[in-house]
C-alpha cells in the first residue's frame, strides 16, 4: 500500500510540474512557439514523463486552464460566506475571484486567450468550467436566476475579463467588482 501511495504522488507531482512547466514556457514564449522540449525542460521532468501525462501540447495547456480555473473557483467558493446576504457574498467572491486573476497576468492572458486557439477543444474546455461557474452562482443565489441568465452573467464578466487582458490592464482586475456585481444583481 505505502509503495502505491508514494507511485501516485509521485505522479501527481510529475503532473503538476508539467503544467507549471507549461505555464512557464508558454508566459515566455507564446503558446505557438512553445515546445514539447521547453515545457519538459521548464519542468524537469523527460519527454517520456510528458509522454505518460498528456498526448500533445495542447491536451496540456487545457489541463492548466482546467487546473488554473478549478483554483479560481476554489478562491471563488472560500469568499462565500453564508451569514452575509448573497449581494454581499458575490462581491466578496468577484473581489476575491478578480484578485487571483491579477496575481498572475502573463498566465491569464495565456489562458484566456490561447485556450481560444486549440478550436473545438479549447472552446469545450472554456465551455465545461464557464458551466461549472454558472452552476456554481446558482448554488449560491438561489433566487430568480435561471441557468441560461447564469451562463450569460459568466460570458459576461469573462468578456470584461478578456477587454482588460487585452488592453494590459490585469492588475486592475478590481475595477471590474462594481460592474460585475450589478451584473449579477440584475
Not at 510529475?14 to 519538459?40: N, P, Q
Not at 478562491?75 to 478578480?98: C, F, G, K, M, N
Not at 487571483?100 to 481560444?116: G, H, K, Q, S, Y
Not at 472552446?123 to 450569460?152: C, H, S, W, Y
Amino acid at each position: 500500500m505505502a509503495a502505491m501511495a508514494e507511485a501516485l504522488a509521485t505522479e501527481h507531482a510529475h503532473r503538476s510540474r508539467l503544467l507549471e512547466g507549461m505555464a512557464h514556457a508558454v508566459a515566455a514564449r507564446g503558446y505557438a512557439d512553445t515546445t514539447i522540449a521547453d515545457i519538459v525542460r521548464e519542468a524537469s521532468v523527460s519527454r517520456r514523463t510528458f509522454y505518460e501525462h498528456f498526448q500533445t501540447k495542447a491536451d496540456c495547456l487545457v489541463a492548466l486552464y482546467e487546473a488554473a480555473s478549478h483554483n479560481a473557483l476554489n478562491v471563488l467558493r472560500d469568499a462565500i460566506d453564508p451569514s452575509h446576504e448573497w449581494q454581499t457574498q458575490v462581491e466578496r467572491a468577484l473581489s476575491a475571484y478578480l484578485a487571483c486573476m491579477a496575481a498572475n497576468p502573463v498566465l491569464m492572458r495565456t489562458l484566456f486567450i490561447e485556450i481560444l486557439g486549440l478550436g473545438a477543444p479549447g472552446l469545450a474546455a472554456r465551455r465545461r468550467v464557464n458551466q461549472e461557474i454558472a452552476d456554481f452562482m446558482l448554488g449560491v443565489i438561489q433566487k430568480g436566476l435561471t441557468p441560461q441568465m447564469a451562463t450569460a452573467v459568466v460570458g459576461g464578466i469573462n468578456e470584461l475579463v478578456l477587454q482588460y487582458i487585452e488592453q494590459d490592464r490585469v492588475a486592475s482586475l478590481g475595477e471590474l467588482v462594481a460592474p460585475a456585481s450589478a451584473l449579477v444583481r440584475a
